[in-house]
C-alpha cells in the first residue's frame, strides 16, 4: 500500500512517493548516499541508502526529482523518522509533482536456447539464438524497464537435451536482471518440456524468475499481468480478477488466428475476448514466429516475433523484443529490433 511519513513504523517494508530535496553521497561505512526528501504532504525526513542495494547506490538521483520507492524499512526515533534503502529498494522515476510515470516491460519469446538449426528439409541454416537473447536482456537493463516477461519457448528442448553451456548462459543473464532489481516472469512453451521446466523451475527456488499463471502479477499498481502455458490441446483459461481497477495484460503460447497461417489454429483472438472472464486490454502470443497485430473492439491482440531468426525463411523474421508501455490507463506496444 502506497504511504506518506505518516504511516511509517518500525515494522515491515512501505512503497511511497518522495521528492529528493537534498542528495550527498555518504563518508560514513556502508552507506552510498544520504537524502532529505519530502512526501507528497510537503513533509520532509531523511533518507539513506545502503551500499549493499545494487540499485539504489549506482541510480542517478536528481534533485528536485520525483520517485516511487518500494521495499524500503523506517527507523522510528525521537528526533523523526528515517528511512532506509537496502537490496530489497527499488526506484520508479515518477513525473513532475509525483504523478505515475510510465510502466514498462519488456515482452520477449521464443528464445529456442540450445538450438543450432533452423529451416524445413533441405531448406536449413545455422542460428545462434544465444545472441539475440542476450541482446533483449541487456536492453532490458540498460532501459531499467519495470519487468521482463518471456513469451514461452526459453529453450529448445531437443532430443539431445539442455547443455550446460545453455544453462549457464540463461542463468548469467537472469541474473543481471535480478541485480537491478527487474523482475522476470515467464510461461512455458511446447518445448520446455521435461528438462526445460526442471531447470525453469530452480531459477524459480532461487528467486529469480516468476512463474505467471492465471492469478493477476501487479506491476507497480498499474497494470496486471496474466500468462497461460502452451496447451497441446487448447481447452482455454479463466483468470482471477485483478484486485483493482488497472490494465490488463495477458500472455500466451498458442497458434492463434489470424497471427498463424495453419488452417486449424487452436483458437482465434475474437474468440479468447468473447470467452475471457476478464477484460483483456491487451493479449501477446508466442509460438507462431511472426510479428501481427490485430484489434476487436477495445482489446489489442498481437503475436511477439522471436528473439532469434527463427522465420519461415532465412533472413524473414528479423530479432525482436515488444516494449509494453503504460500510463494513465492507456497500454501501447512498440517493436524493437535487436
Given at each position: 500500500m502506497t504511504a506518506t511519513y505518516e504511516d511509517l513504523g518500525n515494522e515491515g517494508t512501505y512503497e511511497l512517493p518522495v521528492q529528493v530535496v537534498k542528495c550527498r553521497k555518504s563518508h560514513i561505512k556502508n552507506r552510498?548516499?544520504?537524502?532529505?526528501?519530502?512526501?507528497?504532504?510537503?513533509?520532509e525526513f531523511?533518507?539513506?541508502?545502503w551500499e549493499k542495494s545494487t540499485l539504489g547506490s549506482s541510480y542517478e538521483w536528481k534533485e528536485g526529482c520525483w520517485y516511487r520507492l518500494s521495499g524500503i524499512s523506517a527507523n522510528v526515533w525521537p528526533a523523526g523518522t528515517l528511512i532506509h534503502g537496502t537490496s530489497r529498494l527499488k526506484i520508479n522515476r515518477l513525473e513532475r509533482g509525483g504523478e505515475e510515470n510510465r510502466v514498462?516491460?519488456?515482452?520477449?519469446?521464443?528464445?529456442?536456447?540450445?538450438?543450432?538449426t533452423h529451416g524445413y528439409g533441405r531448406n536449413t541454416w545455422s542460428v545462434s539464438p544465444e545472441a539475440g537473447f542476450s541482446d533483449a536482456i541487456d536492453y532490458a537493463v540498460n532501459r531499467n524497464v519495470n519487468a521482463v516477461v518471456h513469451g514461452g519457448d526459453l529453450y529448445h528442448n531437443s532430443k539431445t537435451g539442455i547443455t550446460d553451456?545453455?544453462?549457464t548462459l540463461c542463468r548469467e543473464k537472469l541474473s543481471d536482471l535480478f541485480v537491478h532489481n527487474i523482475p522476470f516472469y515467464y510461461i512455458y512453451g511446447n518445448h520446455e518440456r521435461e528438462a526445460g521446466r526442471r531447470e525453469m523451475e530452480e531459477l524459480v527456488e532461487d528467486g529469480i524468475a516468476t512463474h505467471l499463471s492465471s492469478r493477476p502479477e501487479i506491476i507497480s499498481d498499474t497494470v496486471s499481468i496474466y500468462g497461460v502455458d502452451h496447451q497441446y490441446e487448447w481447452t482455454g483459461f479463466e483468470l482471477e480478477r485483478p484486485p483493482s481497477a488497472v490494465p490488463t495484460v495477458l500472455f500466451i503460447h498458442q497458434s492463434v488466428s489470424p497471427f498463424t497461417a495453419k488452417k486449424n489454429p487452436d483458437c482465434s483472438f475474437r474468440d479468447l475476448m468473447n470467452t475471457s472472464n476478464v477484460p483483456i486490454d491487451l493479449t501477446i502470443t508466442g509460438h507462431?514466429?511472426?510479428?501481427?497485430?490485430t484489434t476487436v473492439g477495445r482489446h489489442r491482440g498481437l503475436s511477439g516475433g522471436s528473439t532469434g531468426a527463427?522465420?519461415?525463411?532465412?533472413?524473414?523474421?528479423?530479432?525482436s523484443v515488444e516494449m509494453i508501455s503504460v500510463k494513465g490507463g492507456d497500454v501501447t506496444v512498440q517493436q524493437h529490433h535487436l
Open positions: 552510498a548516499y544520504e537524502m532529505t526528501v519530502s512526501d507528497v504532504n510537503g513533509t531523511e533518507f539513506i541508502v514498462e516491460i519488456l515482452y520477449m519469446t521464443d528464445s529456442h536456447l540450445g538450438k543450432t553451456e545453455d544453462v507462431v514466429h511472426t510479428r501481427k497485430e527463427l522465420g519461415d525463411t532465412k533472413g524473414g523474421l528479423q530479432p
